[in-house]
């Protein structure tokens, strides 16, 4: 079931709100706001006034829908909501919870439209500072009568006991069902009373016309629709109610008018910072809305720095700033907050200002800590001093040297708090003092330090030196004092020496005097000394070392010499290896003397002198024992001899054979045999037999016979080498000497290949390399061409060289006499004087015939080329002048009396390019098809003509008289040197001469012509004529091309004038070139507009 309430005033209709309340029985309540911003209440609640049965509606994204839970849990919600901290709504704050409107004081209600018109201002004045309207979480109470037949409510009396609802809805139901079909009429739903308000709180209103239906019995069953109207005055409202029954309205009851009640001011926003000086902060802050009651003061507190300490009160007044004067230090966080009060009471603090005092100079800064100290530099450190609420800038340390006089001095400016001093003078001391900087100025100089440089250690001493001469077990050694102590005196000096041996130093002396003896030494060992002096601070560098020997003795015995078994026991050669001496003197070891024992006198002799401790001796016997001893040497002398040590060979291999001997049975069969050699204590168990191939010796038997044959691999007329070496237990013998023999020669080998280097159609040239002639030289060949003749040759010997190997010798041979287009096959074979080897056989095929020489004929001649043509007899022609299948050459001979290439191709004619004038030229020519190159023709001359001269220039006529014209023309050089130029003048009478008719030859360039006829038109040309001389002929003349036509006419004499009439055209005479020119011209236009006229016609044909 849906409840509508009607507009209230009618204008307003279209411009106010309207809410559904849904149910959770499906029903919809509808409730209309007149005011079209009227912000929607948050809660809705619908209370029955005669049962107190209420149902609590709460807005869900911009729906309302009826909470679940019971009406006691309801309002505790209401009770729990959070309200803006800008509305004027507080829930624990009531006033007049019984105040119902009296419609007849109308002082009240001046004094509340006045209250109202100042909250309106100051709200709306608060809507540019993000500020709410007040109304947020408003929560609307409605009074419905009735309530319990539209919607399904739980009943809460007013002390909060729930009441059941029993037969009161049924009996409802039933009423309205008894009634919903007869016809109501506008009157019966009149309501004459206007609907009773109460002021629960300054945000809660309850509107209640439970005694307009109890006591109007035709208003049961209705549904009411309720209007609010808030334009017109702030925190004013107006209420009317209708009534609603099937579908009719009756007519709204009379006005109800409410008056909210005045609170305490919103909470004020936070206060802001004016202006900052050392000693004082200016604070200002906004009015906040004093939601209907002026505010009479603003409450201002400050916490003094203190982190979460107390607030105190500084300020209570009504305006709006504040100036405070405060001792606290420089860069101290305060917090303020403000407060409005109203004649309701006061509001919320704000939130709370955090600031800092204005800073001040750093405080004065603590004196510097020495870090470091060095001969030239001081490094010290300080500490930071407070900042006093500016971060600082820079550090300024100065240095006072009283060495110089002039005071304190900047030596360090920077940020960090450490500074290191250099280039100072040693073992001296300073003052410093420090300050520091900020955005605020210069702090107070801290106190003022001493430093001092440490001393330097001394300078490098001289190296010790030799006092006295050397002995062979000490020295003495004396120095001198360093030149530099390093700024303080030297405390003492320090000698160090090592073993001797190469090994660490070690001191050996300390104290101020300066000279050591050494004693207990090793003879000939060199120490290396040094030597430091020392102070406070420190010890010098060491000095150059000095190096001294102890004088030597002569070597101890030696150790006995022993076999060495870094190399092979061997029979003939004993390897010994012996130790250096265990005391070498002092002195290195230069070198031993090994000596050995005769086995007859067993007397030792020496036998070698060497430098190292490794000695071979060679040329014993296998299986002997030989002794030894051996004697050390350094640059003393030598010294005593090592004990003696006896070794003994090893046994050895056989001796080496005799060389192998060797006979040739035949020219491809050698037996080979040896000697049994000396066993050496060991007996022989085989033989090793190789024979030299390709320069290396190979294998060729291997066992316990002396003889060998062979018969695979020998060649007849060869060279073979052998030798032999004997095994044995104990190893194997030397390679016997090298044995040579040679075989006996043989018939020559087959001829590997043969080739066809040339053929023709009567001849075939073969080749080929010689073959082997297996010891004795080939003399001759037989060639033998099957079918058809033999052939047999001698060969030349003296061609081959001694040097030369015969089988690199390339012989060839030509067969002439031979069928065109035949095939044959050819055999050959070589002989030497044993006889003849064997053949081996190629086949060749004969070609065609070339063809014969062309005739060479001259077709033009020019001055500058010859176009020359020939013709082949029985060649077949082609297209164009081509032989088809036939190459012709033509050659020219040039200058160096050579024939070269001109032409080569198919064509039967060629035209021959810059050539010179008046010369003979000689050609011949050279036909060649598939079989091959034809043989040339004879050689024929042909002669280039004389050059024309050039073209007159310059062709002129003017009137010299009536009767008479002067023609001149541009004079031209001759083309060659020793030629003569002459002119040609033609003239012709327009209308009386058919052609031109010389008028003058001669050398000039001008002519007078008077023989003029009167009223005539005369045409002149001219040409050049060249005399060439020759030796033993006249001179020819050779005529060039006329010039352009000159014109002249009797009007044209008159007036002095070259120009033709007007009425006459002129007519000029064109040259062969420019009649070309004209043709291809005329012809390229054709061309071009069949080209482009062929589109056309092909469009319009389609």
Request: aromatic residues 8%.
């Amino acid at each position: 079931m849906s409840t509508g309430l009607n507009d209230m005033p009618s204008q307003e209709v279209a411009m106010g709100s309207k809410i559904e309340l849904r149910t959770s029985s499906g029903a919809v309540i509808c409730l209309n706001f007149s005011e079209k911003d009227q912000v929607l209440p948050k809660i809705v609640r619908l209370v029955d006034p005669d049962s107190d049965h209420s149902v609590v509606f709460r807005s869900e994204s911009g729906v309302y829908h009826e909470l679940d839970s019971d009406c006691t849990q309801s309002l505790h919600e209401f009770q729990r909501l959070d309200h803006c901290p800008h509305c004027n709504c507080d829930d624990s704050v009531s006033h007049g919870s019984n105040g119902n409107v009296r419609q007849g004081n109308e002082r009240l209600e001046k004094q509340r439209e006045k209250l109202q018109r100042k909250l309106r201002e100051r709200k709306e004045s608060s809507k540019d500072d993000g500020t709410c309207d007040g109304h947020c979480h408003q929560v609307i109470q409605l009074p419905i009568q009735g309530l319990r037949q539209y919607v399904h409510v739980n009943t809460v009396k007013m002390n909060g006991e729930k009441c059941k609802s029993g037969s009161s809805d049924e009996e409802s139901s039933q009423g309205t069902k008894s009634t919903k079909g007869e016809k109501i009429l506008p009157e019966e739903l009149k309501i004459h009373k206007a609907p009773e308000i109460q002021v629960l709180n300054y945000t809660t209103v309850k509107v209640s016309w439970t005694g307009q239906v109890s006591n109007n019995s035709h208003l049961t069953g209705c549904s009411f629709d309720l209007q609010m109207f808030t334009k017109t005055k702030p925190y004013h409202s107006i209420y009317r109610i209708q009534a609603v029954k099937d579908d009719d309205r009756g007519e709204f009851s009379p006005e109800g008018i409410c008056h909210m009640p005045s609170t305490i001011p919103s909470t004020p926003m936070p206060p802001s910072l004016a202006s900052k000086a050392k000693t004082s902060l200016t604070l200002k802050w906004a009015a906040p809305s004093d939601n209907g009651s002026a505010i009479t003061n603003y409450r201002l507190e400050w916490n003094k720095g203190e982190k979460g300490g107390p607030f105190t009160e500084v300020y209570c007044g009504q305006q709006r700033q504040f100036r405070l004067t405060h001792k606290l230090p420089p860069a101290t966080p305060c917090s303020f907050r403000v407060q409005a009060v109203n004649g309701i009471g006061a509001s919320k603090f704000s939130k709370e200002l955090r600031c800092v005092t204005a800073p001040s100079v750093p405080s004065t800064p603590t004196p510097p800590q020495m870090v470091r100290a060095s001969v030239n530099s001081i490094q010290f450190s300080w500490s930071k001093p407070e900042s006093k609420g500016a971060e600082i800038t820079e550090y300024l340390v100065e240095m006072d040297d009283n060495t110089t006089g002039y005071g304190f001095r900047v030596v360090y400016r920077g940020l960090e708090n450490t500074c290191v001093v250099d280039k100072l003078q040693r073992n001296t001391c300073y003052k410093f003092r420090l300050l520091a900087v900020n955005s605020q100025g210069k702090s107070k100089w801290s106190d003022v330090v001493l430093f001092c440089t440490h001393p330097e250690r001394p300078g490098q001493p001289f190296s010790p030196r030799l006092e006295g001469k050397v002995r062979t077990a000490g020295f003495t050694v004396t120095w001198a004092l360093p030149s530099d102590n390093g700024g303080s005196e030297v405390t003492a000096l320090l000698l160090e020496a090592d073993d001797g041996k190469g090994g660490d130093f070690r001191e050996v002396y300390r104290g101020l005097e300066c000279e050591y003896i050494f004693n207990d030494l090793s003879p000939g060992h060199q120490y290396r000394l040094r030597l430091a002096a020392m102070n406070v601070g420190g010890i010098s560098d060491w000095s150059r070392m000095a190096k001294i020997r102890t004088l030597p003795v002569v070597p101890g015995p030696a150790n006995p010499p022993l076999l060495s078994k870094q190399h092979r026991h061997q029979p003939n050669v004993l390897d010994l290896l012996w130790d250096p001496p265990n005391y070498n003197g002092g002195a290195p070891i230069l070198g031993y003397t090994l000596e050995m024992e005769n086995t007859t006198t067993k007397e030792f002799r020496e036998i070698h002198h060497l430098v190292d401790n490794i000695c071979t001796v060679a040329g014993l016997l296998p299986g002997k024992t030989y002794a030894f001893r051996v004697k050390a040497r350094n640059e003393v002398g030598v010294g005593k001899p090592s004990a003696v040590s006896r070794v003994t060979t090893a046994p050895g291999p056989p001796c080496t054979p005799n060389a192998p001997d060797m006979m040739c049975r035949s020219a491809a069969a050698i037996l080979v045999s040896w000697e049994h050699p000396e066993e050496n204590g060991s007996p022989v168990i085989g033989y090793t037999l190789e024979w030299m191939i390709e320069g290396k010796f190979v294998e060729l038997y291997s066992g316990p016979d002396k003889t060998c044959e062979i018969r695979k691999g020998v060649s007849p007329a060869s060279f073979y080498y052998f030798r032999v070496k004997a095994l044995s237990a104990a190893g194997q013998s030397l390679w016997s000497p090298v044995s040579t023999c040679q075989t006996p020669p043989a018939s020559p080998c087959a001829i590997s290949s043969i080739k066809v280097v040339d053929q023709s159609s009567s001849h075939v040239r073969l080749r080929w390399k010689h073959p082997g002639n297996n010891g004795a030289p080939i003399t001759s060949y037989n060639v033998e061409v099957t079918g058809y003749k033999n052939i047999s040759f001698d060969v030349d010997t003296a061609e081959i060289s001694e040097t030369e190997e015969e089988a690199l010798v390339v012989q060839e041979y030509n067969i002439t006499d031979l069928q065109p287009n035949t095939s044959y096959r050819i055999r050959v074979q070589a002989v030497n004087r044993i006889g003849c080897g064997p053949f081996n056989s190629v086949f060749a095929i004969t070609g065609d015939v070339p063809p014969p020489a062309p005739h060479l004929e001259l077709v033009s001649s020019s001055y500058q080329s010859l176009k020359l043509k020939w013709t082949s007899s029985n060649a077949s022609g082609g297209k164009n002048g081509i032989v088809v299948g036939v190459t012709f050459t033509l050659q020219m001979l040039d200058k160096n009396g050579i024939f070269t290439t001109i032409f080569s191709g198919s064509s039967t004619s060629h035209k021959v390019n810059k050539l010179q004038e008046r010369t003979e030229y000689q050609f011949r020519i050279q036909a060649s098809n598939d079989a091959g190159a034809g043989p040339f023709s004879d050689v024929v001359s042909f002669m280039t003509t004389s050059q024309p001269p050039n073209v007159v220039k310059g062709l002129s006529a003017e009137s010299s008289s009536t009767s008479s014209v002067t023609v001149t023309w541009d004079p031209m050089q001759s083309l060659r040197n020793g030629d003569t130029v002459e002119y040609l003048l033609q003239a012709q009478c327009v209308g009386k001469d058919l052609d031109f008719r010389q008028v003058y030859q001669g050398p000039n360039t001008k002519f007078e012509y008077d023989s003029l006829p009167a009223s005539t038109e005369m045409r002149f040309r001219v040409c050049a004529l060249r005399l060439t001389t020759a030796t033993d002929e006249a001179p020819v003349p050779i005529k060039g091309s006329f010039s352009p036509i000159a014109s002249i006419s009797e009007t044209v004499a008159d007036s002095k004038s070259l120009e033709p009439k007007d009425k006459e055209p002129f007519k000029i005479t064109l040259t062969d070139k420019q009649w070309a020119l004209v043709f291809f011209s005329a012809f390229a236009l054709l061309v071009f507009m069949v080209v482009l006229l062929l589109p056309c016609l092909f469009s319009v044909t389609d």
